[in-house]
């Protein structure tokens, strides 16, 4: 099978190349400034962006246990749409896949129903949220991509400790929702002015910025490779700045919404802005941006949590946490960083491909190359659209963005060198 992606705008070798890219049997085989192929079907890509395939290392597919929320098959599809080609799904799933036999069975319907590449993480403990470790050693081997309780912070140090120690142990990653549930105060918003101004309880900052102290003290003491998931503070970023700075092994990734937004843009009790953790400051969001640009933040991840309209039409106190986020992801960076000169489009393109890959070992997805396979998006960068409920593939619309105009619209999507999506 041979495709030939004639007129690309190339991400290649950090450079931006004119050129002609051709993949025969799902890898990249030649890049040149005119190729011509016989028997090959021919996509002219106009001179829109051919990037490698994005990166999100942080999902949530809701199958099985909530599929009303989103499946495997809507999850990637939107992904596709999103531009994305490899994504880490969390484990956050009914039931939560802590054992062998469920994982097992995770994996199955993973690979039966994904169009993209889907990891899948393990929990760190049982039902994520005992202190109970699950057969960490044992689920690695089964193709763990790493761990993590996402949606739940580790309580007990114990745990963590021996998690952490076991984890290193076996070269493995540990993502780690931070919050201490001791301080999150059953809140629904940052706790501050807007808490108190909407009358909502409030989710303390030391939620997140204690347990993470806690956790870089472990870390440094059993090596782990720490990841901070969707880092939402200040205080955090310079608690993550101190711990690379002192030689500890930690990432952390931002979501494009704890970017963009601060608790200053919440106007109503309208749920779509409800997600933990919470819309901060905006101090805290020029903190996240600095550490974007400085190199303390590593990685943009969506943390896409759909829920269906009546799970986020209750108000802020009733409505789900979370935000329908891989459909909108590129776009939103592309306009309000690099089409606002903020940012170099090659950085935003490591930050949600080329870093994610290299940092969680993600094989063969980390650039496109000759003899890699090929797994890539065409993005046009020229022509402004609006976000639409309707064009959400996800089953979960949820967004604070819908009726932004931005800029950034996929084209089209390649797994192996196969279309996963076409608009
Ligand atoms: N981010 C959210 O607000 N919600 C996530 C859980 C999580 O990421 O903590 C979800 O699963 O819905
Ligand atoms: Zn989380
Ligand atoms: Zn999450």
């Given at each position: 099978m041979k495709l030939l992606i004639k007129n690309a705008k190339l991400f290649y070798d950090n450079n931006l190349i004119n050129c002609d890219v051709l993949i025969e049997d799902g890898k990249f085989t030649k890049i040149a400034s005119q190729i011509s192929a016989e028997?090959?079907?021919?996509?002219?890509?106009?001179?829109?962006?051919?990037?490698?395939?994005?990166?999100?290392?942080?999902?949530?597919?809701?199958?099985?246990?909530?599929?009303?929320?989103?499946?495997?098959?809507?999850?990637?599809?939107?992904?596709?749409?999103?531009?994305?080609?490899?994504?880490?799904?969390m484990p956050n799933v009914i039931p939560v896949p802590d054992d062998?036999?469920?994982?097992?069975?995770?994996?199955?319907?993973?690979?039966?129903?994904?169009?993209?590449?889907?990891?899948?993480?393990?929990?760190?403990?049982k039902e994520e949220t005992s202190d109970e470790l699950v057969d960490i050693e044992a689920l690695d081997k089964l193709g763990?991509?790493?761990?993590?309780?996402?949606?739940?912070?580790?309580?007990?140090?114990?745990?963590?400790?021996?998690?952490?120690?076991?984890i290193a142990a076996i070269n493995s990653h540990l993502?780690?929702?931070?919050?201490?549930?001791?301080?999150?105060?059953?809140?629904?918003?940052?706790?501050?002015?807007?808490?108190?101004?909407?009358?909502?309880?409030?989710?303390?900052?030391?939620?997140?910025?204690?347990?993470?102290a806690r956790d870089l003290v472990l870390a440094k003491e059993t090596g782990v490779?720490?990841?901070?998931?969707?880092?939402?503070?200040?205080?955090?970023?310079?608690?993550?700045?101190?711990?690379?700075?002192?030689?500890?092994?930690?990432?952390?990734?931002?979501?494009?919404?704890?970017?963009?937004?601060?608790?200053?843009?919440?106007?109503?009790d309208n749920a779509n802005f409800k997600m933990n953790p919470p819309l901060r400051t905006e101090s805290d969001r020029l903190a996240l941006v600095s550490g974007l640009s400085d190199g303390t933040i590593d990685?943009?991840?969506?943390?896409?949590?759909?829920?269906?309209?009546?799970?986020?039409?209750?108000?802020?106190?009733?409505?789900?946490?979370?935000?329908?986020?891989?459909?909108?992801?590129?776009?939103l960076m592309y306009t309000n960083f690099v089409k606002s000169s903020q940012m170099s489009l090659e950085k935003l393109l490591d930050?949600?491909?080329?870093?994610?890959?290299?940092?969680?070992?993600?094989?063969?997805?980390?650039?496109i190359k000759i003899g890699q396979k090929?797994?890539?998006?065409?993005i046009d960068l020229d022509n402004e659209f609006e976000i639409k409920t309707n064009d959400f593939l996800s089953k979960g619309a949820n967004s604070p963005f819908i009726g932004q105009e931005v800029y950034g619209q996929v084209e089209k999507t390649y797994v192996n060198g196969n279309c996963v999506f076409s608009k």
């Open positions: 028997n090959a079907e021919i996509i002219d890509a106009k001179f829109n962006l051919v990037a490698p395939g994005l990166v999100d290392v942080h999902v949530h597919f809701r199958e099985p246990g909530q599929v009303h929320k989103e499946t495997i098959a809507t999850g990637t599809k939107a992904s596709a749409h999103g531009g994305f080609t490899t994504v880490g799904a062998v036999t469920k994982f097992s069975q995770q994996l199955a319907l993973n690979e039966k129903s994904s169009i993209i590449n889907t990891l899948q993480y393990a929990p760190v403990t763990a991509f790493a761990f993590s309780n996402d949606g739940h912070g580790i309580m007990n140090a114990q745990s963590m400790y021996s998690a952490m120690e076991r993502a780690a929702h931070v919050e201490d549930k001791n301080l999150f105060n059953k809140g629904v918003i940052n706790f501050g002015n807007t808490s108190q101004r909407l009358g909502l309880p409030g989710i303390k900052q030391a939620a997140e910025t204690s347990q993470l490779h720490y990841h901070v998931c969707h880092i939402s503070t200040k205080d955090g970023v310079e608690l993550i700045r101190m711990a690379k700075d002192a030689g500890i092994n930690v990432t952390c990734e931002v979501s494009p919404h704890h970017l963009l937004l601060s608790e200053q843009d919440i106007l109503s990685m943009i991840a969506t943390d896409h949590a759909p829920h269906a309209i009546n799970e986020k039409n209750q108000g802020f106190v009733k409505s789900a946490f979370g935000i329908s986020g891989i459909e909108t992801s590129f776009p930050l949600m491909s080329l870093a994610p890959a290299k940092i969680f070992g993600i094989q063969n997805t980390e650039e090929a797994d890539f998006t065409i």
